[in-house]
């Protein structure tokens, strides 16, 4: 067990070692990876920062019914409860509305300067079935009774935006993929070039009785290495392009009146990356090296 260990600790001082020795040639490598680790990264870093905001907004369907000045409000509401597409019904009246306005950020101040309450009663509801069909469906009939003026489905927005997030999540899933067998070639062809300029070495070592784990061992912790090294560099290419976008992302942000910003990946999220760009170069590094000794 010993002797495996320090096997494993010599491979991997001998890696670190060829790295520092071929400064320009890893520092590109490295480079390259990061870049393209990069793009997906970016990408999952913004789709986060849009869910966040997403998420302080409610996705169950709602209606909600504007009222006319002078409508029958006891009328329309038994009407509404009588209806079994209907499962839940809320009344806002107008002051109530009025009140809510002044709690929401950055228009505590239009209100204020208000001289009367624009706003007129409303009924929230829920619908039964919250297929987009029987939303338009109930919502037609709704905009043709007495006394209702406007018939508003609240959440077809934030629908559209979770399908836009979806549709975000698979292509980010592709990119991923593609860029990521890019990098493992991109290994590959590293690893191979240095086992060419040690093939008489390696040969040599077989001769003397080493196993093809022992061969392996030092161009696994190689790839690794330069999958790490990728990985930090994505994630340094990912910070500053966040920092660099944050000012102008504040800017626009605080002329609607919030101090939104791009945050930067969770620490479990900068993790994972780094360690799926150690992976890749692992990976490149035992294609790399099964090719050579099969």
């Known amino acids: 067990m010993i002797?495996?260990?320090?096997?494993?600790?010599?491979?991997?001082?001998?890696?670190?070692?060829k790295l520092a020795a071929q400064r320009a040639a890893s520092l590109l490598n490295a480079l390259a990876i990061g870049v393209a680790l990069s793009l997906p990264a970016g990408g999952y870093a913004l789709l986060a920062n849009l869910q966040?905001?997403?998420?302080?907004?409610?996705?169950?369907?709602?209606l909600s019914l504007f009222l006319k000045a002078g409508a029958k409000r006891v009328e329309l509401e038994a009407r509404l409860r009588a209806d079994a597409r209907v499962a839940q019904l809320r009344f806002v009246s107008r002051e109530d509305a009025l009140k809510e306005l002044r709690t929401a950020e950055g228009l505590a101040d239009v209100v204020a300067?208000?001289?009367?309450n624009p706003l007129?009663?409303?009924?929230v509801l829920r619908a039964a079935r919250p297929d987009p069909a029987a939303l338009e469906a109930l919502a037609g009939e709704l905009r043709a009774l007495p006394g209702v003026a406007l018939v508003q489905v609240d959440s077809a927005?934030?629908?559209r935006l979770a399908a836009l997030a979806r549709i975000g999540r698979l292509t980010l899933a592709v990119l991923a993929?593609?860029?990521?067998?890019?990098l493992v070639a991109v290994t590959f062809n590293t690893i191979r070039l240095q086992i060419l300029t040690q093939r008489e070495e390696i040969e040599v070592s077989q001769l003397l009785g080493a196993t093809d784990a022992y061969v392996r061992r030092p161009f696994f912790y190689l790839g690794l290495a330069q999958g790490l090294a990728g990985g930090l560099v994505a994630l340094a290419i990912l910070g500053a392009s966040l920092a660099a976008l944050n000012p102008g992302v504040r800017e626009l942000a605080q002329t609607y009146g919030s101090a939104f910003q791009l945050e930067f990946l969770r620490s479990a999220d900068a993790l994972a990356l780094v360690a799926f760009s150690g992976i890749l170069g692992w990976l490149g590094a035992l294609l790399s090296v099964s090719k050579y000794l099969r």
Do not use: I, M, Y
């Open 157 to 159: 927005w934030a629908q």
């Open 3 to 17: 002797a495996w260990l320090r096997q494993h600790r010599q491979a991997c001082a001998g890696a670190l070692r």
């Open 120 to 123: 007129p009663d409303a009924f």
């Open 52 to 62: 966040g905001v997403a998420q302080r907004f409610s996705f169950e369907p709602q």
């Open 113 to 116: 300067a208000l001289e009367h």
């Open 177 to 182: 993929l593609l860029l990521a067998t890019g």
